[in-house]
C-alpha cells in the first residue's frame, strides 16, 4: 500500500537559518512526489514536484527538495528561512501505476521566529 | 484568473439535516476531488471524478454524496447520515485523473454543527 510519514509534527527554526521538513513515502513503482504549503483558513498551494530526472529540484518562494531512492525520502529545504514561511507543510505521492489517487502526509507545521 | 472557487466559507448544519457545499473552477481540468481536513490527520479523500457524469468513492465516503453534471461543478452534499461533519473540507481539481500534474486547490468550507 501506498504511504506518506511526515515524522514531525512541528518544526521550529530562527529567520536566517537553513530549515528542512522530512518526508519519507513507500509506494509500489515510480513516484510522482510533490509538497504543498497551506496557510491558515486556506487551500493548498502547489510548491514543487518530482517526476524523474535531477534528484534536487527546485520550486516556488526559494524551496527546493531532494530526491533520495535508496532512503525514499524526499525532504524540503530552503537555505534562510522567513518568518512568512511559517505554515503548514504537505508532502503527498502518487505512483505512475496507482491512478488517480493522491496520498497526502499528515502535515508539518513550521514555525520561523524572528 | 484561474482558479477553483468554493463557497460559503463558513456554513453551520443543524441535526438531520443535509447541507451542500459548492465547488466550481475555470481550469477547465477533467478531473475533480472533495477531500476533508481534520487536524493532524491530512487530507483524506471521499470523492472523486475523472469526467463528466462519472464519480466514484474514496476513502471516506459514507455520509456523503456528489455530482457532476457540468465539468465545471463538483458539488458535495453533507448528509444526515455523516454523524462527524465538523470538519474543513476542500475541493480540488487537476488537468486529468491521475499523471504527473499537481492539484489544484480551493480556499475550502468550514463546517460546523449547530
Given amino acids: 500500500a501506498q504511504s506518506v510519514a511526515q515524522p514531525e509534527d512541528q518544526v521550529n527554526v530562527a529567520e536566517g537559518n537553513p530549515l528542512t521538513v522530512k518526508c519519507t513515502y513507500s509506494v509500489s513503482g515510480n513516484p510522482y512526489l510533490f509538497w504543498y504549503v497551506q496557510y ?6 502547489f510548491l514543487l514536484k518530482y517526476i ?21 525520502s524526499f525532504h524540503l529545504k530552503k537555505p534562510s528561512a522567513l518568518v512568512s514561511d511559517s505554515a ?5 505521492v502518487r505512483t505512475n501505476t496507482g491512478g488517480f489517487k493522491t496520498i497526502f502526509g499528515a502535515g508539518t507545521r513550521l514555525f520561523v521566529k524572528a | 484568473d484561474g482558479g477553483i472557487t468554493q463557497s460559503p466559507k463558513y456554513l453551520f448544519r443543524k441535526e438531520g439535516q443535509n447541507v451542500t457545499l459548492s465547488c466550481e473552477q475555470n481550469l477547465n481540468h477533467d478531473a475533480m476531488y472533495w477531500y476533508r481536513q481534520d487536524p493532524g490527520q491530512g487530507l483524506r479523500l471521499i470523492y472523486y471524478s475523472q469526467i463528466v457524469n462519472d464519480f466514484q468513492k474514496g476513502d471516506i465516503a459514507e455520509g456523503y454524496s456528489v455530482s457532476r453534471e457540468k465539468k465545471e461543478s463538483f458539488p458535495l452534499t453533507v448528509t444526515s447520515a455523516q454523524k462527524n461533519p465538523t470538519a474543513f473540507y476542500l475541493c480540488a481539481s487537476s488537468p486529468q485523473g491521475g499523471g504527473n500534474q499537481p492539484q489544484h486547490f480551493g480556499d475550502g468550507t468550514r463546517l460546523s454543527i449547530l
Avoid at chain 1, 518562494?61 to 525514499?72: C, I
Wanted: proline residues 3%.
Fill in chain 1, 40 to 45: 491558515p483558513n486556506r487551500g493548498l498551494q
Fill in chain 1, 52 to 72: 524523474t530526472g535531477d534528484n534536487l529540484v527546485k520550486g516556488s518562494y526559494g524551496f527546493e527538495a531532494e530526491f533520495n531512492k535508496s532512503q525514499t
Fill in chain 1, 88 to 92: 503548514l507543510y504537505f508532502c503527498a
